[in-house]
């Protein structure tokens, strides 16, 4: 079993920033990638940023530019630093992360997700 607490959402006006942080605990031997999603109100899930545990990264390109996705190996956490934010970035923020277990297998978890909501 995997946990991922998500923390740092919240209310700001359009322009300002936000930093999201993710912890994962519990039992597995080590995580490939871990990152951010977002799903607004009647759209679907989508990508937001990645990070993989030998430092690459990946980003929307909606976000390019404006978020910047880090992590500590050493604590398994992942954090994603949100500036110029903008009304279209309103919407349940959500961490993933994929884990090996001792069986070998790669599994994916996910959080249970963080409200940012931007104001115009």
């Known amino acids: 079993q995997v946990q991922l607490v998500e923390s740092g959402g919240g209310l700001v006006q359009a322009g300002g920033s936000l930093r999201l942080s993710c912890a994962a605990s519990?039992?597995?031997?080590?995580?490939?990638?871990m990152g951010w999603y977002r799903q607004a109100p009647g759209k679907q899930r989508e990508l937001v940023a990645t990070?993989?545990?030998?430092?690459?990264?990946n980003y929307a390109d909606s976000v390019k530019g404006r978020f910047t996705i880090s992590g500590d190996n050493a604590r398994n956490t992942v954090d994603l630093q949100m500036t110029a934010l903008k009304p279209e970035d309103t919407a349940v923020y959500y961490c993933?992360?994929?884990?090996?277990?001792?069986?070998?297998?790669?599994?994916?978890?996910w959080g249970q997700g963080t409200q940012v909501t931007i104001s115009s």
């Open positions: 990070l993989t545990s030998d430092g690459n990264t």
């Open positions: 993933k992360a994929a884990v090996k277990v001792r069986t070998g297998a790669r599994i994916a978890y």
């Open positions: 519990g039992s597995f031997v080590s995580i490939y990638v």
